[in-house]
């Protein structure tokens, strides 16, 4: 039971501490209690408290200004909602009404959401209700996974963590392994449409997925596909944005491309329910057919708490800090995965890692359930949160509030390995 915190650290109710490398499920983006967050959500609550979206107040304003200074052009119209699935579904219905088209396509081992619509664009098994769910969206029939993906091309990934496993034919702006997964998205698109499509959402990296990684060019061809079939094209950056990859602000930009809508939640307000839409002029004036609103979206207190996530991270020089300390990461990981058996791939950008277990490098085999719940509950026991995901369940999960220093990434390691070298001895 979780009774306090303070920027990396949680506390359960005996004061035990623990070193949180989950951020709330990749929600706490600078820290838990951070004093400015604090002080500004005290200084919003005793000036306005709520109005709705049909007024207009500073606070939203000058937010919408700062988080639209943030994106390209034409990516310049915000809308604010409460959560990540809201925006989701937000996005689908904007596809929609912009292209007059209705067959959305997203990706095997996807994740966007609970809500109806985003349910839809999710295929993550386990996450599955047997309910219909999957109105005019269409998953593309092969699971795009380096690492355990038909084609491969672990070789491509974009990052400290590549491993030399179903390589592909690299060669100067070309991957063999990136051009027949987006062949398998032309069959899609082929086999289970007109030829007309609204849209196509991805992930940077996905997330519940286990932290998979695509092979270059994979996004940036899909999108030119995705737009010779009339379609726009959604980047879900919830989990992936705000500089928690170190490398790029968003992870649409570590693809080289620029999507027509982009959908953010979680680390955009550090635990205030808040989130975003942001896409072009010309987009967002399909809003205009009908009424559409939202009763929290642009909350004061809100908005006030997102402006000051903004300026937190740009003072306080996170997004270096993710990188940098991101990188000592996973190559101590990449360390401790050549000394154990069980530790089949390490992989992401960033403050953004999974560590996928197995029975057996070779084959391959996800690490039993029970085996992995075990390794999962002592490193709690020793005092590190961490998450856990995957097609299988076998991923750990590791993005800790973007605030974290270098001693607690040398703790991180010392206590996976230790956890890890005592259940190998099982």
Same mark, same amino acid.
């Given at each position: ?38 002080? #500004? ?5 005793? =000036? ?5 979206? /049909?007024? %207009?107040?500073? !606070?939203?304003?000058? $937010? ?59 295929? #993550? ?5 047997? =309910? ?5 969206? /269409?998953? %593309?029939?092969? !699971?795009?996974?380096? $690492? ?59 997330? #519940? ?218």
């Amino acid at each position: 039971m979780v009774s306090s915190a303070s920027m990396q650290w949680i506390f359960d109710q005996n004061q035990k501490r623990y070193l949180d490398f989950f951020a709330g499920i990749v929600t706490v983006s600078v820290g838990h209690c951070h004093p400015r967050l604090v002080k #500004v959500l005290h200084d919003q609550a005793q =000036t306005l408290w709520h109005t709705t979206a /049909i007024y %207009v107040h500073p !606070q939203i304003v000058s $937010y919408a200004q700062k988080l639209v200074s943030k994106f390209p052009d034409p990516l310049k119209v915000v809308y604010f909602v409460n959560s990540g699935a809201e925006a989701i579904d937000m996005a689908l219905l904007l596809a929609r009404l912009h292209t007059g088209n209705i067959d959305i396509l997203a990706l095997r081992n996807g994740y966007s959401g609970r809500s109806f619509g985003a349910m839809g664009t999710s295929a #993550v098994p386990k996450w599955n209700f047997n =309910t219909p769910t999957r109105h005019g969206i /269409i998953q %593309v029939g092969m !699971q795009v996974d380096p $690492y355990r993906g038909h084609f491969g091309g672990s070789n491509c990934r974009d990052s400290l963590s590549q491993v030399i496993n179903r390589p592909c034919n690299c060669q100067s702006g070309y991957c063999e392994a990136s051009d027949k997964y987006v062949q398998e998205v032309q069959e899609t698109i082929n086999y289970m449409t007109s030829g007309n499509v609204a849209g196509f959402i991805n992930e940077g990296i996905l997330g #519940v997925g286990g932290v998979v990684q695509f092979p270059k060019h994979f996004v940036r061809q899909t999108y030119d596909l995705i737009r010779n079939h009339g379609g726009v094209c959604i980047a879900d950056e919830v989990q992936t944005a705000f500089g928690r990859l170190g490398s790029h602000y968003w992870a649409f930009e570590s693809h080289t491309v620029v999507p027509d809508i982009v959908v953010m939640a979680k680390g955009i307000g550090n635990g205030i329910p808040l989130a975003a839409l942001v896409t072009t002029p010309e987009i967002a004036r399909n809003l205009t057919k009908a009424l559409y609103f939202n009763t929290y979206g642009g909350n004061p207190i809100s908005t006030a708490v997102g402006e000051e996530v903004l300026n937190i991270i740009d003072d306080e020089g996170m997004q270096e800090k993710s990188k940098t300390l991101g990188e000592k990461l996973i190559k101590g990981l990449k360390t401790i995965q050549h000394e154990f058996e069980i530790i089949g791939d390490v992989r992401g950008k960033g403050l953004m890692i999974g560590v996928e277990l197995v029975e057996n490098k070779q084959t391959k085999q996800p690490l039993n359930q029970d085996k992995f719940l075990k390794i999962f509950e002592d490193l709690k026991d020793m005092g590190l949160l961490v998450g856990k995901g995957g097609a299988y369940g076998n991923v750990f999960r590791l993005k800790p509030p973007m605030c974290i220093e270098e001693n607690d990434v040398d703790f991180a390691l010392e206590v996976f390995r230790f956890v890890v070298k005592e259940n190998s001895k099982m």
